[in-house]
């Protein structure tokens, strides 16, 4: 089993990132590999440079990762209510990849925090009603309202309602994964 993590934030200090590696580390019985995509950056996305250059190598690696995972979990940045500008090129690219859709069928966790206590609901919103169109098989979401207030790097979440959700939705992915 693999699992491949990512924040579709590109901020050194992302507290999505916090979040889905925290998440990652909850599947210790499972080989996961936390990405950063400002490892996969790539020119702004436009049909002239697509023409021009092609798919970069860099988003072929990135699909690829995606294809060899038994579950991703993608916790999404909210920018004005929807993906950041990075994850958005980078979903844009890998879509052009022919004979494939971006997230190949693979299943999916999905997840959003935010200082705000929304949570990242609209970008979740907007992500639940479009990837499942992109080949992600959508397993679960999970939204993390107020961050500062309810998360410590060394105790996790803080909040026991909120806890005890996330460990029945993992406990819930792992039983359908190892079926």
Excluded: C
Aim: hydrophobic share 40%; glycine share 6%; no cysteine.
């Amino acid at each position: 089993m693999k699992l491949i993590a990512f924040a579709a934030s590109s901020s050194k200090s992302s507290i999505n990132k916090k979040l889905v590696t925290y998440v990652a580390s909850l599947f210790s019985d499972i080989e996961s590999e936390v990405l950063d995509i400002n490892d996969f950056e790539a020119p702004l996305y436009s049909t002239d440079k697509e023409g021009e250059i092609g798919i970069p190598e860099v988003i072929k690696s990135f699909a690829q990762k995606i294809s060899e995972a038994d579950l991703v979990l993608l916790s999404l940045a909210e920018h004005n209510g929807s993906y950041s500008a990075a994850f958005k090129n980078l979903y844009d690219w890998v879509s052009r990849i022919p004979d494939r859709k971006p997230f190949d069928d693979t299943p999916l966790f999905l997840m959003a925090t935010s200082p705000g206590g929304r949570g990242g609901s609209s970008v979740l919103e907007i992500a639940e009603a479009r990837f499942p169109r992109d080949g992600a098989k959508l397993m679960a979401t999970f939204s993390l309202p107020m961050f500062y207030e309810v998360f410590s790097a060394e105790n996790g979440i803080m909040n026991s309602e909120k806890a005890a959700e996330l460990a029945e939705k993992v406990s819930q992915l792992k039983t359908e994964l190892n079926k």
